[in-house]
C-alpha cells in the first residue's frame, strides 16, 4: 500500500508542479506600470503614456525610481504593443494605481477608450481614475515632495481627499458602472500640474484640482470645490468635511464645524406627467473652532450655528443641480431611483431622459445637528491671558 501511495505520488508532483508554474512571469522580463496617461493626438490616434518602476533605482535611491515611456497607436491596445519599441520588457499593469485621461480626450468620449481596460485581466478595478487638465503625460512626468514614486503620490492623494469631501473618489470600476448605465453620468477628480518656484527653479508639481462633470462619457464640464460637494452631499459620498460658517454674534468672524455623518434620501414622484426630486439630507457634526471671543454654546446659538450651515449645504446641493441639469448629465443617479419607484413607467422615461432630466423639479430638506464642543465650553479669550 505504502509502495503504490508512493509511486503515485512520484508521478503527481511533477505534474503539479507544472500547473503552478504555467503562467509564471519573470520579473526580468516585465515592465511593472505604476501609472498610464492617455492623450489624443490631432490625427485621432491614441498617445498612451506608462510610467514604469525601475526597481534599481529605488534600491539605490540615487535617482528617479521611474521613467515615463509613451508610444503611439490605433486603439489602446495597438499602443500597448508599441510600447514594445521602446521598453525591453512587456508592459505589466497589475500594479497599475492610477488612470490619466487628458481634458481634451475625455470631451471626445471615454466609451471607446475603456473598452481595452475592461477586458483586459491584467488591469485592477481597483484602479484611481483622474482626468487631466492639460496633458496626462504631463501629470505622469510630475513630482511630489513626500513622495519619490509620483504615482504613489496620485494615489495618496486620492485616499485622503475624502477628508474634506470636496473631490470625488473613483476607481475604475465605478466610472464603468457609470459608463455602462443607460441614464447616470460619472464625475471624477481632476488633476494638474502646479508649477513650483523653488529657489528661482519651477518644479513641476502633482496636486488635485476641480472635478469634471461628465454628459454620459463625454466631459462637459467642471466643478469648483463646493459645487463638488454639493454633488458628494446628494451622492452620500461626505463622510467628513468642514463647514466654515459666519458667528451669529460676532459677524465678520469665522466659526468651522466638522460634518461627521450625513445622510442623504432621495424621493422621486410624478404628478400629473411632472417629475420631481426631494432631497432630504441629514447632517451631524461638533463645534470645532471659532475665530471670535464669543460664547457660543447657548442653545439659541447653537440652533443659529445649525441654521446657518444648514443653509450652506442646501446652497452647494443647488448650485450643482442647477449646472448639471444646464449640462444634462445626471450625475446625482435621479434616473435609478425613478426606475426603482416607478418600474414599469421607466420604459418609456429611460427612453426620453436626456430631455427628461433638465426639467426635474427638485425640493430640499436639510437639517444640520451640532453635537460636542471639544474640550472647552468657552474661547481662548485674550482678556483671560492677561
Known amino acids: 500500500m505504502k509502495k503504490c501511495l508512493c509511486l503515485a505520488l512520484c508521478f503527481l508532483l511533477p505534474v503539479n508542479l507544472l500547473l503552478g508554474c504555467w503562467d509564471?512571469?519573470?520579473?526580468?522580463?516585465?515592465?511593472?506600470?505604476?501609472?498610464?496617461?492617455?492623450?489624443?493626438?490631432?490625427?485621432?490616434r491614441?498617445?498612451?503614456s506608462t510610467q514604469i518602476l525601475k526597481p534599481g533605482a529605488l534600491k539605490s535611491g540615487s535617482e528617479k525610481s521611474i521613467w515615463v515611456a509613451t508610444s503611439t497607436g490605433e486603439t489602446l491596445f495597438d499602443a500597448v504593443r508599441n510600447a514594445s519599441l521602446q521598453t525591453d520588457r512587456r508592459l505589466f499593469f497589475p500594479h497599475n494605481k492610477a488612470i490619466i485621461i487628458s481634458e481634451e480626450t475625455a470631451k471626445k468620449g471615454l466609451v471607446p477608450l475603456f473598452d481595452f481596460l475592461m477586458r483586459d485581466v491584467e488591469v485592477r478595478d481597483l484602479t484611481y481614475v483622474f482626468v487631466a487638465k492639460g496633458?496626462?503625460?504631463?501629470?505622469?512626468?510630475?513630482?511630489?515632495?513626500?513622495?519619490?514614486n509620483p504615482s504613489k503620490a496620485i494615489e495618496n492623494l486620492a485616499e485622503t481627499s475624502v477628508l474634506a469631501s470636496i473631490l470625488p473618489k473613483r476607481y475604475l470600476i465605478d466610472l464603468l458602472s457609470a459608463l455602462e448605465n443607460k441614464t447616470t453620468s460619472p464625475i471624477l477628480p481632476g488633476i494638474k500640474i502646479h508649477k513650483e518656484n523653488k529657489d528661482s527653479?519651477?518644479?513641476?508639481?502633482?496636486?488635485?484640482?476641480?472635478?469634471?462633470?461628465?454628459?454620459?462619457?463625454?466631459?462637459?464640464?467642471?466643478?469648483?470645490?463646493?459645487?463638488?460637494r454639493g454633488a458628494l452631499w446628494v451622492l452620500n459620498e461626505?463622510?467628513?468635511?468642514?463647514?466654515?460658517?459666519e458667528s451669529p454674534?460676532?459677524?465678520?468672524k469665522a466659526v468651522s464645524l466638522d460634518v461627521i455623518k450625513s445622510i442623504a434620501r432621495l424621493k422621486p414622484e410624478i404628478t400629473d406627467s411632472i417629475l420631481r426630486m426631494t432631497i432630504k439630507?441629514?447632517?451631524?457634526?461638533?463645534?470645532?473652532?471659532?475665530?471670535?471671543?464669543?460664547?457660543?454654546?447657548?442653545?439659541?446659538?447653537?440652533?443659529?450655528?445649525?441654521?446657518?450651515?444648514a443653509a450652506i449645504v442646501e446652497?452647494?446641493?443647488?448650485?450643482?443641480?442647477?449646472?448639471?441639469?444646464?449640462?444634462?448629465?445626471?450625475?446625482?443617479k435621479f434616473g435609478e431611483e425613478f426606475h426603482r419607484k416607478y418600474p414599469q413607467e421607466w420604459t418609456e422615461l429611460e427612453q426620453d431622459w436626456d430631455e427628461l432630466f433638465p426639467e426635474i423639479e427638485v425640493k430640499l430638506d436639510v437639517s444640520v445637528q451640532l453635537n460636542l464642543i471639544g474640550l472647552s465650553s468657552e474661547p481662548l479669550n485674550s482678556e483671560r491671558m492677561e
Open 24 to 44: 509564471r512571469n519573470e520579473l526580468s522580463t516585465l515592465a511593472i506600470v505604476q501609472a498610464i496617461g492617455i492623450d489624443m493626438m490631432e490625427d485621432g
Open 46 to 48: 491614441i498617445s498612451l
Open 135 to 148: 496633458k496626462a503625460v504631463d501629470i505622469l512626468k510630475g513630482e511630489h515632495e513626500q513622495e519619490t
Open 201 to 228: 527653479t519651477f518644479t513641476d508639481m502633482i496636486v488635485l484640482d476641480n472635478t469634471a462633470v461628465f454628459k454620459k462619457d463625454r466631459l462637459v464640464g467642471w466643478f469648483d470645490p463646493f459645487e463638488a
Open 238 to 245: 461626505v463622510k467628513s468635511a468642514t463647514i466654515v460658517v
Open 249 to 252: 454674534l460676532d459677524e465678520d
Open 281 to 309: 439630507v441629514k447632517v451631524e457634526g461638533n463645534l470645532t473652532e471659532q475665530m471670535s471671543s464669543v460664547n457660543l454654546t447657548s442653545p439659541e446659538n447653537f440652533a443659529e450655528l445649525e441654521k446657518r450651515a
Open 315 to 332: 446652497e452647494e446641493i443647488m448650485t450643482a443641480i442647477v449646472k448639471a441639469q444646464k449640462w444634462g448629465g445626471d450625475i446625482f
